[in-house]
Every structure is written in structure tokens, then in C-alpha cells.
């Protein structure tokens, strides 16, 4: 599994290497100390910062939103450029359009970013053991209010860690090219 899980940071190498660049942000806005500013080791943290553990659920929280946030739209805004000239409108070449290439290219960039948005299948553990845990200090509505935000963090380090997010991401594209 961790092959799989090298290979597809290795497909992904932009948005794995922005995505340590947003934890690495946000971990100096939250006071945490970053341990290895390498982005992308041949380890579990590629495309993920080496930090210090987070202290409190607010702080697990946000070194959880604030890079999937800022991924996200950026994936988005490159995302939305680019499939609707190649997925719908059909431009399949140069000729139909000059701007062909900078498409594909915007679309990889856009894919890239999106298959790195979640968190680290450790810091994901992490944050649930101090939101969820038997010592947590988190009120029951808190935990009820963020309960459908930390399950698709869950699920989506879940993906990340097993490779499926490339493999779902370039799959769903490529059988949407072929469809339009």
C-alpha cells in the first residue's frame, strides 16, 4: 500500500507539494513546530509536513480545514477552466482551439491539487483521538456539529492513504472525455 501511495504522489507531485506548502502555512499560524520542511519524502508525510502534534481539538481541527480549504478552491478554480472546454465542448485537439494544451495542462493542475486536499491519514488519527477519544475535552454538540465534517476528512485521508483518490479522480476524468 505504500507503494501505491508513493506512486500516486509521484502522479501528483504539484498539488503534493502545494498541499505541504498550505500545511506548513498553517502550522505557523497555529504555533506548532514543523520538524521537516520537505514536502515530499518517500515516506507517509509525502505531500504532508512533519509536525509537532496538535495540542487541542480546535487546533487538530484547523490544521485539518484551512489546507483542505485553500487546496480546494484552487483545485476548483483551475477545474473550472478547463473541463468545460474538454469535457463538454468536446475540444479534443489544437486545431479546435489554441488554447488546447494550456487545458490539459490546467486540468492535471486542477486534478493534481484535488487528490491532495485531505489530511494525513496520522493527522487525521490524530484529531479524532482528541476529538472522539476517551480523554477528549469536546462538548457533545460540538462533536454532533463537526461529526459530517471529520468523516469526509476521514474518509478522503482514508482515500489518500490507499491511492484511491488518484484512481478515482483520473478514472472519473477519463471515462467523462470518452462520454463527450
Request: aromatic content about 16%; hydrophobic content about 50%.
Amino acid at each position: 500500500m505504500n507503494t501505491i501511495f508513493l506512486i500516486s504522489k509521484l502522479i501528483t507531485t504539484p498539488g503534493a507539494f502545494l498541499k505541504g506548502f498550505w500545511e506548513h502555512l498553517t502550522c505557523r499560524l497555529l504555533g506548532l513546530t514543523v520538524e521537516n520542511t520537505n514536502y515530499l519524502p518517500a515516506d507517509a508525510h509525502c505531500g504532508h509536513v512533519h509536525n509537532s502534534p496538535a495540542k487541542t481539538p480546535a487546533q487538530a481541527f484547523l490544521l485539518t480545514l484551512l489546507p483542505y480549504l485553500a487546496q480546494r478552491v484552487l483545485a476548483w478554480v483551475f477545474i473550472s477552466a478547463s473541463a468545460p472546454p474538454l469535457l463538454l465542448f468536446g475540444v479534443r485537439s489544437a486545431q479546435e482551439s489554441h488554447f488546447f494544451f494550456l487545458y490539459l495542462v490546467a486540468l492535471y493542475f486542477g486534478l493534481s491539487l484535488l487528490c491532495n486536499s485531505f489530511p494525513s491519514w496520522p493527522q487525521m488519527q490524530r484529531q479524532w483521538a482528541l476529538s472522539y477519544g476517551e480523554k477528549a475535552k469536546v462538548g457533545n454538540a460540538v462533536k454532533l456539529l463537526l461529526a459530517p465534517c471529520n468523516a469526509w476528512f476521514f474518509a478522503g485521508a482514508w482515500l489518500e492513504k490507499t491511492g484511491l483518490a488518484v484512481l478515482l479522480a483520473f478514472g472519473l476524468t477519463i471515462v467523462l472525455w470518452f462520454l463527450y
